[in-house]
């Protein structure tokens, strides 16, 4: 009796095992770009993970790739293994809800292919499409800026319908956009591109409803003038036909906007950020604050709030004359989030130019070795400060900001970095990966939610990356800081199960990947 009794209770500390581990190595991982791993969300809740990385090399010409599917406790679900050309290049990757999508680029057969899985790690759908010369030209130089840290540049996911991407493309003497559309539940595809217009248009995506998908469009009358004309450009996922276009400006200001956030209450959505005198230039003149636009389906402006660094942030923060927060710089939005109260969150990271000691040594080294010929890097870099968490009402006024100070971290964007104002350079600094912040995850009845950032931290009892959190629970907050000190050439940090978070880490040498779950207090 004692024995089975036993080895019941052997059994039954299996299975919890089982289902409660926490720490997943795999190895022979040749080649993975952390940002190509991410987390499989379902109703706010993590159910899983996937993790891409090139696996073998099979031949010369050809290399095996895996797509591993985890669950939530990190236990192998499904590996998907699949042979292909050595000359395929994984660009982007992407989760909905519904369906896993890879954008590969084979520079040999000159595609872009997207592949579309399902959770049960089937192939569902494969969408290619071939490039000319000068379509591949700016493919890769589209590509050629950005790291494994950066955030997606072309590759975006509509919750539960699709997929959308944006490209640059060049047709005769214009340099234009390309959107495409693929859906999840089937092979419905689309395809936009403006077929007159300006010299150059740039197209920004910032969110979708669950009927529009939502586009800042820049107009340029010449190539390389900094004028341009902004709209917001809505287009139906079912069809890609516009639903609305809709200039940022009003009878006073223009708004020059980060990011967009759909309401649950109604159909209704929301855009964030900064805003200018109508005869300023959004590419060159400064910010005088943030602005808030809730936008109906149908394009129309149903109510608009703007509140002025000198004004209305000066009743929280510290402003200078500049319209730049002191010691924090630019103010740019990550997130906005509704809670349950009705009222908002908007989750913000501090930016700003500084003297590029380094690269004004390069510039005027190179200048005398080469007789004036100049160097690529900038007389300025750009400084990521701290973090803001903004606190708004219902009609979007600003109530209150807490600020999170972590150390600088600078990135060098090169000669742009002279040239281009704060909201200019906040795009490219996010492609690369410069900025701190990580993930928001918020709970399904919008009562908590918790920020995620890094800090790298110099002390005298610790020098390393820590990963610090802030957690609102009905709108009281706490923080937590993990160590995260390692000897992996790479680290990134994903949301988890409720009260952790998911640590990966890449050891390029040992061609080994690690991931452990944190807890948070």
Known sequence: MKKLLLISLMIMAFIINVHAQTKLEISNVISIELRNTGPIIEDHDVKGYYIFFQSDKIDKKTNEYTLRLTDQNLNNAKD???????????????????????????????????????????????????????????????????????????????????????????????????????????????TYSPEEGEKRENAVFLGATDSIAVFEVLKFERLL????????TGFYLNNGKIAFEVPTTDSKYKLYPMNMAKLDSSSDFVLMGSYYDNDDRIMADKTLGLATWRLSSKGKTVSSNYSSWENDFSKFLNINDKGKIDDIGYLYIHNILETNDGNFYAIGEGYKKSANAMGIAMNIGMSLLNHGASYSSGFTKIDITDLVLLKLNNNFKVTGATIYNKNKNSIDLGTAT???????????????????????????????????????????????????????NNNTVTTDKIELKSKATSTEIYPAKTGSVLVVDYFKKDKKLEAHMEKLN
């Open 80 to 190: 998907i293994k699949f042979e292909d050309s050595k000359d395929i290049q994984l660009l982007e990757s992407s989760y909905n809800g519904d369906g896993l999508m890879f954008t590969f680029y084979d520079q040999k057969a000159k595609t872009l292919e997207n592949r579309l899985y399902g959770m049960d790690g089937k192939l569902k759908n494969t969408f290619t499409r071939d490039l000319d010369k000068r379509s591949q030209e700016m493919i890769v130089q589209f590509y050629s800026l950005g790291g494994e840290k950066g955030q997606n540049k072309a590759l975006f996911a509509i919750e539960k319908n699709g997929f959308i991407s944006v490209y640059p493309i060049r047709e005769k003497k214009q340099y234009i956009y390309e959107i495409n559309y693929y859906s999840t539940a089937s092979k419905k595809q689309w």
């Open 225 to 232: 003038s900094k004028k341009s004309t902004s709209f917001i």
């Open 418 to 472: 002279d040239v281009n104002s704060g909201p200019a350079l906040a795009a490219a600094i996010k492609v690369l990966g410069g900025f701190d912040y990580r993930f928001t995850q918020s709970n399904k009845d919008k009562s908590t939610f918790v920020v995620g950032y890094t800090d790298y931290v110099k002390s005298s009892d610790y020098k390393g990356l820590t990963f610090n959190s802030i957690t609102c």
